[in-house]
């Protein structure tokens, strides 16, 4: 499908399958559907997992509830990694100096992080994160809810520093637009309090969630003022996701949502992005090849 098409269907969310649902899922996908309808979960609580991602549009709690045995042992390296990454020379200078956006290009509009990892960073074949962000049991979640084996689109650290500017870019509400479903974890690896920017999610606005029929009206293409969207989602159906290190987040975010603005405390983040094929745009970059013992839905992830 062309991109042009795409864009104007994106930061919108399907309130009922319609026939670009099912050209998405039997078309574009067709494999990766076909794989996941014929797949018998090895772990027998991803469905119920699955259907709360497909009821509220988000799920939450500790790492170990979404992550197999051995992704528990990789996200305590990757953590270690990452920590040590946020508290580098390089990392503090730039919150001290508040000017992360101008070292690191990727998205220079959002100064109010530095981006430890983006897509440009190369990840080696063997290490943690990668074996993180394809872990069979979350291969295996996020497989469920969108009914297609899924594919790896994104991975990125952040480390959220507070500032004096009101919220901008994704600091306010919006729709993610990379596809018609999309599955982000959030992995916090430091205590997030409502001093720290805690990720928000107004539930049941997802694609075909019970709320995804209300949509705010608002001037800016992609953000949604407070003002905007109070009158048509009430802040009452927020859900704040505050947690202690170690908390994972699994949200659609078509369903509204805003992400870290901290007031007083540096918040560090690992994300992964999870998307079918209809978004075309290549994935996270690796060194190498993998040489450890992948299974079918983990190679299609890739
Ligand atoms: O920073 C966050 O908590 C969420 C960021 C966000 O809005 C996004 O990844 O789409």
Request: charged share 20%; net charge positive.
């Given at each position: 499908m062309k991109l042009g098409i795409k864009k104007a269907l994106s930061r919108r969310a399907l309130v009922r399958p319609n026939a670009l649902y099912y050209f998405w899922k039997y078309g574009t996908n067709a494999s990766r559907t076909r794989a996941a309808r014929t797949h018998t979960p090895a772990y027998s609580d991803v469905g119920s997992i699955a259907e709360e991602i497909a009821r509220e549009g988000i799920v939450s709690g500790d790492v170990s509830k979404f992550l197999s045995q051995s992704g528990i042992e990789q996200y305590a390296k990757a953590k270690r990694e990452i920590l040590a990454l946020s508290r580098s020379e390089d990392v503090q200078r730039m919150v001290a100096t508040q000017n992360a956006a101008s070292e690191i290009?990727?998205?220079?509009?959002?100064?109010?992080?530095?981006?430890?990892?983006?897509?440009k960073t190369v990840h080696p074949a063997d290490g943690p994160i990668l074996k993180l962000a394809l872990d069979p049991k979350l291969l295996e979640v996020v497989s469920g809810y969108l009914g297609l084996w899924p594919r790896l689109y994104q991975i990125h650290a952040w480390l959220n520093y507070p500032t004096e500017q009101p919220p901008k870019e994704s600091q306010m509400w919006h729709r993610d637009p990379e596809d018609l479903r999309v599955v982000k974890a959030f992995i916090y690896l430091v205590d997030v309090d409502e001093d720290t920017g805690p990720f928000t999610f107004i539930p049941?606005?997802?694609?075909?969630?019970?709320?995804?029929?209300?949509v705010p009206r608002h001037k800016d293409r992609k953000r949604v003022e407070d003002e905007e969207m109070n009158p048509t989602l009430?802040?009452?159906?927020?859900?704040?996701c505050t947690g202690p290190a170690d908390t994972m987040i699994l949200a659609d975010t078509v369903g509204y949502h805003r992400g870290g603005k901290p007031k007083s405390k540096n918040r560090v983040l690992l994300t992964f992005t999870y998307t079918s094929a209809w978004q075309d745009k290549s994935g996270p970059q690796i060194d190498g090849t993998p040489t450890w013992p992948m299974n079918d839905m983990q190679r299609m992830a890739l």
């Open positions: 290009k990727h998205n220079a509009s959002k100064d109010f992080l530095v981006h430890m990892i983006a897509p049941r606005t997802h694609p075909f969630g019970e709320f995804a029929k209300h009430s802040p009452d159906l927020h859900q704040i």
